[in-house]
């Protein structure tokens, strides 16, 4: 490849995703780290791109404006309960499931019937869509410090707790997957998530189609490292081949 076609690809590559790491761009373009980022100052100089600690970024890029949980329970509601029943139907009798927290995770409670389910969350409004069938559940809420705008627990307290824990399935609800990225706009919370994440025995990551191709602040997993993308009928052919190539799609009707 041209030394003006790397040049232009990177551009395009960063303009897309917003934010891009030095080893995100050398893998893409199969060339060395350091004429990634010789190629970066370059643009950097011509105002092309910004340069920013361990890759760059987007001249245009504006983080997602976060919504607040009352916002979010009244957009995409049938895209998210196809996502909820899909996500019941993953659950097998048995299982230990964390539930992570997030307005579509607060109506899998109305589909889940399976018995001897024991339910961990870190989400105050999932553990109260729980609350009503304490006797058919076990219910383990997580402490911490609460995050008011989504309703979960986040903090050390919260990541030593989960750290311990080992479940059989985790489901987590995010705010953007863009490639093999997933993202939302707390560090704090994406870390919890990341600990829950690792202790599962399976992965699943729950976005309607809204959310895909879209990148928040914070990226705190990998797709490919997932064993399920469950999100809604509304995803379009290309994206089902693309987010396939690094994780199963689940597709709720």
Known sequence: MLKDER???????????????????????????????????ELADRNELIR?????????????TELSRNEKRSIHVNEKRKIA??????ISSGDTVYIGPGTTMELIAQYL????????????????????????FSLKLIGGQLRERSGAFIGSLANEMLAHLTTTKAFISV????????????????????????????????????????????S??????????????????????????YTSVIVGK
Do not use: W
């Open 85 to 90: 029943a899909t996500i019941a139907d993953v």
């Open 220 to 245: 705190f997993y990998d797709l490919d490292q997932t064993d399920g993308l469950i999100t809604d009928d509304g995803i379009s052919d290309d994206d089902k081949q693309h987010f396939g190539e």
């Open 52 to 64: 920013i600690h361990g890759g760059a970024q987007s001249t245009h890029f504006k983080p997602l």
């Open 7 to 41: 040049l232009l690809t990177i551009r395009n590559l960063v303009d897309r995703k917003g934010i891009v790491t030095v080893n995100e761009i050398g893998d893409s373009l199969g060339v060395s780290t350091m004429t990634v980022r010789r190629d970066l100052e």
């Open 175 to 218: 705010n953007g997957i863009a490639d093999n990225h997933i993202s939302n706009a707390s560090p704090e919370e994406g870390q919890t998530q990341r600990i829950a994440l690792d202790n599962a025995g399976m992965k699943f990551v729950a976005a309607d189609h809204f959310k895909l191709n879209r990148q928040d602040f914070y």
């Open 113 to 136: 019937k399976k018995p001897e389910v024991r339910v961990i969350t870190n989400s105050l409004p999932v553990f109260q869509s729980f609350q009503d069938r304490a006797d058919y």
